[in-house]
């Protein structure tokens, strides 16, 4: 079981950063720590998102069943580490509409706002665009009108309202495998209707970051922190050999996410570890969950490995911070 490894206990999952090594982010050392078949119907469990709930953790898990149709299964743990996961996918109901037809569902995140928490996620409507529903105790959940046409993925809500609205990023696409697209922010008065939106960044040149030269998007929810608002996102380049998603980090203004302040050149994290890099879809490594501690000074990071499994990464956010400042586009 991991615990923290010092003497002061962790609100978070934590594992120092090994002894030698120099990465700003460190994986936990016993990934991945959920594998392909942790509950029977599973093909693969990747691209999930968690959050503290009750003393311990929730999740949302994309589980692939073995006809490999996308759904999302709720998930609990004691230690953000070891999860039992529900057999069964989540079955809505009618929040804010009565439309809640999906044909598939996949890669969610989780944000509390206020008295709710949020589930965003690429929802099947006629096409790829993305879901709402937001629950109170991740038994029962209430599906909302979903957010934008098709087509659209990587929805990530900010976890607090911005100038009295909700706030959220999203990359609108295409109907296939995008090998395109740029990230974009979009707010609401009521997570019914949304409007006002604004690009906040886009691709970069081959030759000035070729990681993220193909397409990029949102992962985990944004982090408050005194800079501005820590966003973590992936971006791919489109190799020889298919796609490759690595990890980010961009700093954004706290009062007008659109404005960039930082964007990292080099990347943070990529898929160098046998689960990132074989699997359903080789090299890649797909953040989407997060737990932290500004005053602890800590992040945990949760990651989709080769669309198969899902690892947990660690790190500092002053040094996260640091990262990007001085190595920024």
């Not at 149709?69 to 069964?88: L, P, R, T, V």
């Not at 006629?126 to 098709?150: M, S, V």
């Not at 006002?196 to 982090?223: L, N, Y």
């Not at 359903?280 to 669309?307: E, R, S």
Request: one cysteine or more; aromatic letters at 14%; hydrophobic letters at 35%.
């Amino acid at each position: 079981m991991m615990l923290e490894e010092n003497s002061k206990i962790s609100s978070i999952p934590w594992q120092d950063r090994p002894k030698g090594s120099n990465e700003i982010m460190w994986r936990y050392s016993n990934n991945p720590i959920i594998k392909r078949n942790a509950i029977p119907s599973s093909n693969s469990i990747f691209n999930s998102a968690v959050i503290r709930f009750k003393g311990g953790y929730a999740g949302i898990f994309r589980c692939d069943n073995k006809s490999v149709q996308m759904n999302i299964h709720a998930g609990f743990s004691k230690d953000g580490i070891h999860w039992n996961i529900e057999h069964e996918p989540i079955v809505m109901e009618e929040g804010n509409t009565t439309m809640i037809a999906s044909d598939y569902k996949y890669d969610p995140r989780i944000v509390l706002i206020e008295d709710k928490y949020w589930i965003t996620w690429c929802n099947g409507y006629h096409g790829p665009t993305i879901g709402i529903a937001y629950t109170y105790d991740f038994e029962k959940f209430y599906q909302c009108e979903n957010a934008f046409l098709p087509f659209n993925r990587n929805g990530v809500l900010f976890p607090k309202k911005i100038n009295g609205k909700y706030a959220m990023l999203s990359r609108p696409s295409d109907n296939g495998h995008t090998p395109f697209g740029d990230i974009y922010i979009s707010y609401s008065p009521d997570m019914k209707y949304w409007g006002e939106h604004r690009s906040v960044m886009k691709i970069t040149k081959f030759e000035d970051s070729a990681w993220q030269c193909t397409k990029i998007g949102a992962g985990p929810a944004p982090i408050l922190t005194d800079e501005g608002w820590l966003l973590f996102y992936h971006g791919v380049i489109n190799t020889c050999n298919g796609f490759r998603y690595s990890m980010g980090a961009a700093i954004l203004d706290e009062n007008d996410p659109s404005i960039v302040k930082y964007r990292s050149q080099p990347y943070l994290m990529a898929p160098t570890e046998i689960y990132e890099q074989v699997g359903d879809v080789p090299n890649v490594l797909f953040p989407c969950g997060i737990l932290h501690d500004i005053a602890q000074d800590k992040v945990a990071l949760y990651y989709g490995g080769a669309d198969t499994v899902v690892g947990v990464a660690f790190g500092h956010i002053s040094e996260i911070i640091e990262f990007v400042k001085n190595n920024s586009l």
